[in-house]
């Protein structure tokens, strides 16, 4: 990924007509003036530092030049990629090394330990909620850990369905190395082209076929972490235990912070043999949740299961390679998504169930089309919020989860949160969508446009009070502060509200337990004890 974007420079994707003029007339955004390459902090680390750790891991796999450093700098949060943009030096991790085996992750966390250097766990470097900012947290400096060199499917369980995969393995590697079996994981999060199964792991991801093959953390058997006091193997031999709490489920959604996630075994399934697909609309959002609701309730077993509200199904934002180049009366109403896998008898039934469903609860069935058509573009969307940046607009998005009852509320209260943020002189989009379903409820996620200032630092400042806004009204209308995108450095101010002090409290407790110098991931998930760059601060 190019450092200061979300993809490569040859997957930008150049503007419709259409956008472009929305931008302009509408939300009054204007192009920037092109900024310079920012300058990176210098490196705090000493000539020991990269002696010492270099004779752990190699001379070949440790870095200290620029070119390393800056993309492991930021993630790929709209504020990371807007610090790209500002005239402030940008800091940077003061060291970057990829160890091999976990003794070498053991021996450099003792190292960083007694010499005060944070560590900070790096996989494909997608978070969007500033969750590898390279935070020093006291400590005199900062190495990127770079778990590339985990790359391996290590063994396969075709009779029980389970495999193990090395940590830095993006999900695509990971898919083929599968498909050599015959198995697929199918986890397919927004974020799949770059971010690797440890990142999966550490963040609790939950992939767009979640409906049939639900969250990573509930694909998770087992775990290897190296922590500052040892290597650990949360998970158990056998489907299910009932010896006391769960480990494993310490380590699912840390972030890092209490120790490095090198491998993971995981649920596998065979590739499937059919795939089918069908699109619905309905007259309003809060209709198409009531199917859907009926439909996750019911068991039919879609693989994909989603709904737009009207304003992302206008723009036709299921369609990335067609946004706003539709026709108005076609993309009426509120949009669905189904997508059914398996074997082609499961297929059937399973479409069938779901389709009389959709029907009965007033759906308008569309065909398959627009189904297809945001398969064919599901990962295409991080990398148009590139071109908006480059036409001047803020771009970003954020997502939260509730039960079917609370849905209606909370997503007003979200929309309108936003709305008296960034509804000023122009105007914004604010769309939302459910990707991911529960017997119980669902999530929300939002995509917010709008015009950006001709000043970053009041860019950043306008967000920041918009997210805050909305993290607000999920805390006081039923929602969560994240369902898919972790904690990081957004949502900290507000773990206090999702899980108690308490809860923080006995997380802190594990932590000084595993990582008494406090050395992974400062300042971030509960960890507060650190100084923020620029762009997280609250000013």
């Known amino acids: 990924m190019a450092y200061n974007k979300w993809g490569t420079e040859d997957e930008a994707k150049e503007l419709s007509p259409s956008i472009q003029k929305m931008l302009s007339k509408m ?12 300058l990176l902090a210098a490196s705090n680390a000493t000539e020991t530092d990269v002696a010492t750790i270099g004779a752990i891991v190699g ?19 709209y504020l990371d990629l807007l610090d790209w943009r500002m005239d402030d030096e940008v800091t940077a991790p003061d060291l970057v090394v990829a160890p091999g085996t976990e003794e070498e992750i053991l021996e450099i966390l003792h190292y960083c330990s007694h010499e005060r250097i944070a560590v900070v766990p790096f996989g494909g470097g997608t978070s969007v909620v500033g969750g590898i900012t390279p935070l020093p947290g006291g400590h005199r400096a900062v190495i990127s850990l770079d778990l590339v060199r985990f790359d391996a499917l290590e063994d396969v369980d075709e009779v029980s369905g389970l495999a193990t995969l090395g940590a830095g393995l993006s999900g695509p590697h990971a898919e083929m190395k599968l498909a050599e079996h015959g198995l697929q994981l199918g986890h397919f999060p927004q974020s799949f ?16 076929n979640s409906a049939g093959y639900g969250r990573f953390d509930e694909m998770v058997r087992e775990l290897t972490v190296v922590t500052p006091v040892g290597i650990i193997r949360p998970g158990h031999s056998s489907p299910a235990t009932a010896a006391g709490p769960s480990i494993k489920e310490i380590f ?10 090198t491998r993971v075994r995981v649920r596998v399934h065979p590739i499937p043999e059919d795939k089918q697909y069908e699109a619905f609309t309905f007259a309003s959002f809060d209709k198409g949740v009531a199917a859907l609701r009926a439909v996750e309730q019911a068991g039919s077993g879609p693989t994909v299961l989603r709904l737009s509200d009207e304003i992302e199904s206008s723009v036709n934002l299921t369609s990335t390679d067609k946004i706003g180049e539709s026709d108005a009366e076609e993309n009426k109403g509120c949009l669905a998504i189904t ?8 297929a059937d039934r399973a479409h069938a169930e779901t389709r009389a ?47 079917w009852s609370n849905v209606p509320r909370l997503k007003k209260a979200v929309s309108a949160a936003i709305a008296k943020e960034l509804v000023d002189e122009s105007a914004a989009l604010i769309m939302c969508h459910v990707s ?23 860019t950043a400042r306008k967000w920041r009070a918009a997210k805050s806004a909305a993290t607000e009204a999920m805390t006081l209308h039923g929602g969560t502060i994240t369902h898919h995108h972790a904690v990081g450095t957004d949502h900290l101010p507000w773990m206090d509200k999702e899980i108690e002090v308490l809860g923080i409290d006995i997380l802190q407790a594990v ?10 991931n400062p300042g971030k998930t509960f960890d507060r004890g650190t100084s923020m760059p620029h762009s997280l601060r609250n000013d």
């Open 436 to 458: 991911h379903v529960y017997a119980t409820g669902c999530s929300l996620y939002f995509t917010i446009v709008a015009g950006a200032s001709d000043d970053p630092q009041q």
């Open 511 to 520: 932590k000084q337990r595993l990582d008494p110098a406090g050395i992974l």
């Open 357 to 403: 469903l959709m029907l009965a609860n007033g759906g308008r069935s569309v065909g398959e089309e627009p189904a297809r058509q945001w398969e064919k573009g599901r990962f295409g969307a991080p990398v148009l919020r590139d071109s908006l940046m480059d036409a001047g607009a803020l771009c970003e998005t954020l997502e939260t989860a509730t039960d």
């Open 193 to 208: 082209p770059y971010a690797t199964i440890g990142g999966f792991a550490a963040t609790r991801s939950s992939g767009q």
């Open 339 to 346: 997508m059914f896998e398996g074997t082609k008898e499961h």
């Open 59 to 77: 001379s070949q796999y440790i870095a200290v030049d620029d070119e390393q450093r800056r993309p492991r700098a930021r993630g790929k949060s």
């Open 252 to 261: 699912l959604g840390s972030e890092g912070l209490f120790g490095v996630i």
């Open 27 to 38: 939300l009054g955004a204007t192009k920037p003036t092109p900024s310079s390459k920012p």
